[in-house]
């Protein structure tokens, strides 16, 4: 008997049922791993303060929300919670100054962690971070990869353990290796850099100069201004009160934080059962399609071949294999009905910002829109502040490079 199925269609099927899969990230996957924790005090002025900026993660439309298992609403969620867990466990290593996270790019940090969620449903967590100096030194920029288990979802701590708690250890102590690698020079250095970027963002007339990019946007100091330079000694009291704001954002997020967290939890524990129950029975699902497959080949290999009694057999196989694929298609729609009721879960996160009131010299300002509009309006009336308290802005005399003022420059 000959079988002529090279050429059939359906050993096509079986062969895009065998190897269809998800798609690599080709990441860092992370293992139990524990935080390095500082052995001795660090001095102050080696202490490098950290920012964490909120995470902007690419919008999923509704179809990859449905084929990642989660939903718009809760990867914005995520853009907020994930940075703030990772600012408290940056803390916990004590190889840092001040940890915040930010709504946007600053000029006054030393160091800038930059990230976005490439998968995130309870069952896996991928996150590309970046890591750049206020010098323009790229530390790394690397994705970690971590999947969950049964076991991650027991034991956890609000601001202390998550589920992902190695990814997040991992990525803590890429950072402190590379900054504990780092020469005593460099690290003043990255602290000076970031102070005379913030003067030169407020006052550009009076810094402009001060330090110097070369063509791979490294920068470095070309000149430093004097200890008792009275225009610094304001724009640091000014870059205070820019922490200020940025401290009391962080205890909103630290609010959202907390109240997320429970329901967070959850949804993830959920939604990382719901996973292993879709992925068996898609599982059983493919089995059956590749039975049915299979079964039909062989009747159509019958048909092909020189014995005259097959016809009862390849009809009773081709009826079989129809049966055991459309058996297998409804399962895959019962799995569909698991991930609507995952959809189902996230609607009770937001991100909106409630309006911050901030009080400086006895007036109160309301910040209201986004964390982002906030920050930037904030900024604003430092601005205005500085201006303020100076009585004028700055210039710089093109001959002796003396700080002149609007009445004296006429």
Known sequence: MKFAVRHNPLWMVFVLILFTGCAAHNAQKVGPTTIMKAQEEILEDQLLDVGIQVFESEEITEEQAKEEHTSEEVRKAENHFIPYHMKNTFQQSSYWGAVRVLPTKTESIDVLVKGEILESNGAHLVLQIEVVDATGKSWFNKKYESEATLASYSGNRMGEKDAYQDLYNTISNDISTYRMKLPPEA????????????????????????????????????????????????????????????????????????????????????????????????????????????????????????????????????????????????????????????????????????????????????????????????????????????????????????????????
């Open 187 to 410: 690290v003043k250095k990255i602290r000076t850099v970031s102070k005379l970027k913030f003067a030169e963002d407020f006052a550009p007339s009076v810094y402009n100069g001060y330090l110097e990019e070369d063509k791979k946007k490294i920068i470095t100091v070309n000149r430093l201004p004097a200890d008792d330079d009275p225009i610094m000694v304001r724009l640091l009291k000014i870059r205070e009160r820019e922490n200020m704001y940025v401290d009391t954002l962080n205890g909103y997020y630290e609010e959202y934080y907390s109240e997320m967290w429970l329901s967070y939890e959850n949804w993830r524990k959920l939604n990382y059962e719901e996973i292993r129950a879709i992925k068996k029975i898609k599982r059983d699902a493919t089995m059956r399609k590749l039975a049915g497959v299979l079964l039909l080949a062989g009747a159509i290999a019958l048909n092909a071949g020189e014995a005259n009694n097959t016809g009862v057999l390849q009809a009773g196989m081709i009826l079989i294999g129809g049966q055991v694929i459309v058996q297998g298609f409804n399962i895959s729609k019962e799995a569909e009905i698991h991930s609507a009721a995952i959809k189902e879960l996230s609607e009770s996160f937001g991100s909106e910002m409630r309006p911050v009131v901030m009080e400086f010299e006895g007036k109160q300002y309301e910040l209201t829109g986004s964390a982002e509009e906030q920050f930037k309006h904030w900024r604003e009336l430092l601005q205005q502040i500085y201006i303020a308290e100076t009585g004028f802005e700055p210039e710089v005399s093109s001959e002796t490079g003396e700080e002149i003022t609007s009445e004296n420059a006429e």
